[in-house]
């Protein structure tokens, strides 16, 4: 599994002598949610405005001005190996890989929670099922099974997404269906059932609202993990075919060029760990916001 | 006991038929298939096409070659690669050392490191190295490990000329030392996730641990501070932390992929890798059978060990 989430702090009972103070802690964790937020805020605003203020076109070549460093000519961020405007590259590639994330982000979000709410509802047969798959599946590595799907589908933005959004779904399924069991037993549920309500209503209407917080946090944090596997498959040559830039599509060339021009490598980098760390801090803010019984951390 | 082990056993082996159907699947179900690469020879007609699809058996019906694969598989035979013809079994058993060693290499680092990490922001709940250690974890977990590796090549190859930028020997060297040299810049980058992830269950697993009684009776006992910590509190709070080791070999296998591929380290994740371009189909199924099998194997193992040390696990 890709380590994205940022869901690794789990709640610890026991008092500590705190010498800051929860208030304070709360408040710095908001304010790294807050942090975060403006990263991503900013790179999206970057990513579809730049382009049009940055002179250079991102698939201009211009190999007599190749390799310039950033800071050091017209070029603000340098040119790469055929002279591309850097900058122009960036942003071009924010489109892409934001896009990327975000598209995956929804789709995984959308099947994990039908999984996860007809696993739940049902329980039973249809539950075990479905919950052994979502186990089976979260058995292989998510790099290797998604490069797997990866070599043979026509690499393009949808295919990708799609492919994406398929290793990430499983952990979305698990939180909606642990939800969904406790709480088709409460009152509520239980009276909508005694009136009678067909199953889609109850599922749709009744359940799934209930369970909106732990789905929206795994969302976010899904995002941070869609950009990230974007990252490594566009890496590894699988993923967003060149001339399109995406951040990790940028990096497949610039190990060749570590030693003469590590800004290739650099900027394309920091970008996805802005972005990627963004939706962590957003997604760690959300859960603390959204789920009181992790007051005591 | 051995009525959990049984069961436990039991869903453990039902998942990787699951597995398996699903790896078969994705290879076979996927457009272009194993001829894909046949295809492409100049000069290769439909005939000859249909000719090796019959000899290979691609011409059967899919749930007829998932059972036969799987029969053989169940008698060692996990078929031929398409590169050279080896033995699936033999080509991967040549490649897993490499990343077993890895993976164990980076472990022991994430735990000498995590643990010291998450002890000192236990202890120092709250502090500003509290903070700094909760804030670098959640960086540390949003740094595309790839690109890790890419800054500490430049960082101390490059800039440096400290560590070597990739392989596992030196042309015409093989010490052990020289081995050493050569496995420090992946583990540590490898062990970057593995980290941040151990030093925060640390963290969490030692308040939990510094809460209870037998904690509080130790020091007003009046026994040293650090007797407290590490004898009382530190073996207790680690316990827990038997079963995240196991239940971290997903990270650390896919890790592990891209770590080979930046430092061209020979192990699983690169063969997986070379394997995709040549549509080894037979390899590809293999490797993917193995890291399933490996992570099963963790989580298994993680479970036992856990109620094995923990006396307080009951398990009917």
């Not at chain 1, 990790?248 to 760990?273: C, E, K, S």
């Not at chain 2, 080791?245 to 890798?273: C, H, I, N, S």
């Not at chain 2, 399933?292 to 109620?307: E, F, K, M």
Request: net charge neutral; proline share 6%; glycine share 10%.
């Amino acid at each position: 599994m890709i380590p994205a989430s940022g869901s690794i702090d789990i709640a610890a009972p026991g008092r500590a002598r705190p010498r800051l103070g929860r208030g304070t802690r709360r408040f710095v964790r908001h304010r790294l949610a807050l942090l975060g937020l403006i990263a991503i805020v900013g790179l999206a605003l970057a990513a579809a405005v730049g382009p049009y203020l940055d002179p250079y076109n991102d698939l201009h070549i211009d190999i007599l001005h190749r390799f310039a460093p950033p800071f050091s000519g017209p070029h603000l961020l340098g040119t790469d190996q055929l002279g591309r405007d850097m900058l122009a590259r960036l942003l071009m590639a924010g489109r892409v890989s934001l896009t990327v994330g975000f598209a995956a982000m929804i789709l995984s979000t959308v099947v994990g929670t039908v999984v996860g709410v007809l696993a739940g509802y049902y329980g039973g047969v249809i539950g075990a099922v479905l919950m052994r798959f979502v186990d089976a599946v979260l058995c292989f590595p998510s790099i290797f099974l998604l490069l797997a799907l990866a070599a043979f589908v026509q690499p393009n933005l949808v295919s990708i997404t799609v492919i994406i959004a398929a290793t990430a779904w499983m952990e979305v399924a698990r939180v909606v269906e642990a939800q969904i069991r406790t709480l088709r037993d409460r009152d509520f549920a239980v009276a909508a059932v005694a009136l009678g309500a067909p199953d889609r209503y109850i599922m749709f209407r009744e359940l799934i609202p209930n369970a909106v917080a732990p789905i929206v946090v795994a969302a976010t944090l899904n995002v941070a993990r869609a950009i990230l596997l974007e990252s490594y498959i566009s890496f590894l040559g699988y993923g967003i075919q060149p001339p399109v830039a995406s951040w990790g599509n940028m990096l497949n060339n610039a190990q060749d060029y570590l030693a003469t021009a590590p800004w290739l490598a650099i900027l394309p980098g920091l970008a996805i760990t802005l972005a990627v760390t963004g939706f962590n801090f957003v997604g760690d803010g959300l859960r603390d916001a959204l789920d009181p019984r992790l007051d005591g951390r | 006991m051995s009525a959990y082990l049984l069961r436990r056993l039991g869903q453990s082996l039902i998942l990787l038929l699951i597995v398996s159907v699903i790896a078969f699947g994705v290879l076979h179900l996927a457009p272009g298939g194993p001829l894909a690469q046949f295809a492409l020879t100049p000069g290769m007609t439909q005939a000859d096409l249909a000719r090796i699809a019959h000899q290979m058996g691609l011409d059967r019906p899919l749930p007829l070659q998932y059972w036969e694969w799987f029969h053989r598989m169940l008698d060692g035979d996990w078929g031929r690669s398409y590169r050279d013809n080896q033995p699936v079994l033999a080509v991967i058993g040549g490649h897993l050392p490499a990343t077993l060693e890895l993976m164990v290499s980076s472990t022991l680092i994430a735990v000498l490191i995590g643990t010291w990490v998450g002890v000192l922001g236990a202890l120092r709940r709250y502090s500003v190295f509290d903070y700094l250690a909760t804030v670098g974890a959640m960086v540390a977990l949003s740094i595309p490990t790839f690109w890790f590796g890419l800054v500490v090549i430049y960082a101390f190859s490059v800039r440096l000329p400290w560590l070597p930028a990739g392989g596992m020997y030196t042309i015409g060297e093989g010490s052990f030392l020289d081995y050493l040299h050569h496995l420090i810049a992946p583990a540590l980058v490898l062990a970057l996730v593995t980290v941040a992830i151990w030093s925060r269950y640390m963290r969490s697993s030692m308040l939990e641990v510094i809460g209870q009684d037998y904690v509080r009776t130790a020091r007003a006992k009046g026994m040293p501070e650090r007797v407290v910590v590490l004898h009382h509190a530190l073996r207790n709070a680690l316990l827990p932390m038997i079963a995240i080791a196991g239940l971290q070999l997903p990270t650390l296998l896919g890790g592990a992929l891209v770590t080979e591929t930046v430092f061209t380290w020979p192990g699983m994740g690169r063969l997986f890798l070379d394997s995709i371009g040549y549509r080894d189909y037979p390899v590809l199924m293999g490797v993917l059978m193995v890291t399933a099998l490996l992570v099963l194997i963790g989580n298994l193992g993680a479970d036992l060990l856990y109620a094995v040390y923990d006396p307080r696990i009951r398990l009917d």
